[in-house]
């Protein structure tokens, strides 16, 4: 587990105990420009999402009061949120942040006597979507993707990214159509090199790296039904296992070279939805834009089979607020009622910013091919 939750002399897996343990929380919000320098502080009410399925991953939405903000009405549509989740601790308060959140035409309401702010926010994905390119886009053969990935991320006004290099680069020339949203060209880019597709962290960095196969991940940590267990009851699990293919392709119609096909069959007699257990195929076929070579091709074919195979296992798990979470992250769950006892992903989670708030989270099994 990286040591995101590490501060103030205190090490990863003691702040874990703390918030397992009994704990005080507490909530604060910034109020920042566009230059995510602090204005102010806020005292709202909030949820935080995040859905790693979505072309912009992280949602949030804020209940502030009109007095409040009635300073920043001139500022306000370029104005951004950044909650923190606050744990207090021997030592003081340690300090998390949630992301950062740029906010939309809000919903004016009166309550009690006082109007307020109903206001749905969006990280700083929703830059890269409503920035959109003004001309035709033209990538000429042997660029380095990640080196347009990272233009495409400047020319946006995005300067805060983290990005693991690739020495891959394009074999043919690229074209974007004009009104082409940016976050669809830099993820074409990414899957053409089976990366990640761009998401932001909790502090609001542009992120992503290579594509690695759930199984080869390391747990970062887990949920457990023991004597310090924070799982709340009501978790489900559902099985999908009808549409789940067992044979996937994807193949590259190249007018300037050879054509690319990649083909992955599911023949493990112990998964049960190989072609052997079910007797049949189920196949799953399309096309790609661009991918950079074969080997990349069969790896981006492997990785869409495992992902349409975790539907096979899904959990729904309602926890207390834990504020270590980002995109995909790997957990361990073992909840001895539904006799759960394995590795999931999180491709989703959602906290209600609130004392005695819940945090839900959408899970899929780590599927062994």
Request: hydrophobic letters at 35%; charged letters at 25%.
């Amino acid at each position: 587990m990286s040591n995101i939750l590490a501060q103030e002399g205190y090490t990863n897996e003691e702040v874990l105990k703390m918030l397992h343990d009994s704990r005080k929380i507490d909530f604060e919000y910034e109020l920042l420009d566009n230059q995510e320098r602090v204005m102010g502080f806020l005292n709202v009410a909030g949820t935080v999402s995040f859905n790693s399925c979505s072309e912009i991953m992280g949602t949030a939405s804020f209940e502030i009061q009109e007095e409040k903000l009635k300073k920043y009405a001139e500022l306000y549509m370029d104005m951004r949120i950044r909650p923190y989740f606050k744990l207090y601790t021997p030592r003081g308060w340690l300090r998390y942040p949630l992301g950062i959140y740029i906010l939309s035409s809000p919903r004016r309401q009166e309550k009690d006597n006082t109007v307020y702010w109903d206001v749905e926010a969006y990280d700083k994905g929703i830059i890269l979507k409503e920035d959109k390119l003004t001309d035709r886009l033209y990538i000429p053969a042997g660029s380095n993707y990640i080196s347009e990935v990272k233009k495409l991320l400047l020319s946006a006004g995005i300067d805060k990214f983290i990005i693991e290099s690739s020495m891959l680069s394009t074999n043919t020339d690229l074209e974007f159509e004009i009104g082409t949203s940016k976050i669809e060209a830099v993820n074409e880019l990414l899957y053409a090199i089976n990366y990640y597709p761009i998401h932001f962290d909790y502090r609001g960095f542009a992120k992503t790296s290579r594509y690695i196969e759930p199984m080869q991940r390391e747990t970062e940590f887990g949920y457990m039904t023991d004597d310090r267990s924070i799982i709340l009851p009501g978790t489900n699990q559902s099985n999908d296992m009808y549409g789940v293919p067992n044979v996937v392709i994807r193949y590259l119609d190249n007018p300037d070279g050879p054509p690319l096909r990649s083909i992955y069959k599911n023949d493990n007699p112990e998964s049960i939805v190989s072609t052997v257990r079910r007797g049949r195929q189920i196949v799953d076929v399309e096309s790609v834009e661009d991918i950079a070579d074969q080997d990349t091709l069969d790896a981006y074919t492997r990785r869409i089979a495992i992902e349409k195979s975790q539907m096979n296992d899904m959990v729904g798990l309602s926890t207390a607020l834990m504020p270590m979470h980002g995109y995909r992250n790997c957990l361990f769950v073992r909840d001895d009622r539904l006799g759960i006892e394995t590795k999931y992903i999180e491709y989703s989670w959602s906290m209600e910013l609130k004392v005695g708030g819940t945090m839900q989270h959408e899970l899929k099994r780590v599927i062994y091919l």
